[in-house]
């Protein structure tokens, strides 16, 4: 990015002190944020950059998995409203049907969850379209399935 013919007279180099893990879109993020602040300060011409990454361990999203976490917590979700009859739940009533550790939950289910429900929050990731709008929340903590959400589970019954 910039002028790479010209000679320039400085150098910078950014260097981290440890390891640590970083995802792949953070770094395209940060490249972004610099190149247009060099480009408002120096002009198109006016710097050379190159992103070194070295050891190269970047993280990326396992989009395969948050499928199959959509798939779980739609059965789990199928079985509390179809089995105990109820219209309500929180994402601790999922977490038992599913059957996984709290631990578990927060670090690979909660994100999911997330992107599942009708008010998306701003961080939640991305996620098959038909698993969109899935719940709707009726008060902190607590949520009811979506007419979306209650076609998806008499599909599951179907198959």
């Not at 910078?12 to 300060?41: F, P, Y």
């Not at 098959?128 to 607590?142: A, P």
């Amino acid at each position: 990015m910039g002028n790479t013919t010209k000679n320039f007279t400085h150098i910078l180099n950014l260097i981290v002190g440890e390891g640590v893990q970083i995802r792949d879109n953070s770094i395209e993020s940060a490249r972004m944020a610099i190149n247009r602040h060099l480009v408002n300060k120096l002009g198109k011409d006016g710097y050379f950059m190159k992103i070194r990454i070295y050891p190269y361990n970047i993280l990326r999203e396992n989009k395969q998995t948050q499928g199959a976490h959509a798939d779980r917590i739609l059965i789990a979700v199928a079985r509390i409203v179809g089995l105990e009859g109820r219209d309500t739940f929180s994402w601790e009533d999922i977490r038992k049907q599913v059957g996984v550790t709290r631990e578990e939950w927060m670090s690979g289910y909660t994100a999911t969850f997330q992107a599942m429900r009708q008010d998306q929050p701003g961080r939640a990731p991305q996620i098959s379209e038909e698993y969109r709008g899935v719940f709707g929340q009726v008060r902190d903590g607590i949520h009811t399935l979506t007419d979306h959400g209650y076609e998806l589970i008499r599909q599951l019954d179907h198959e």
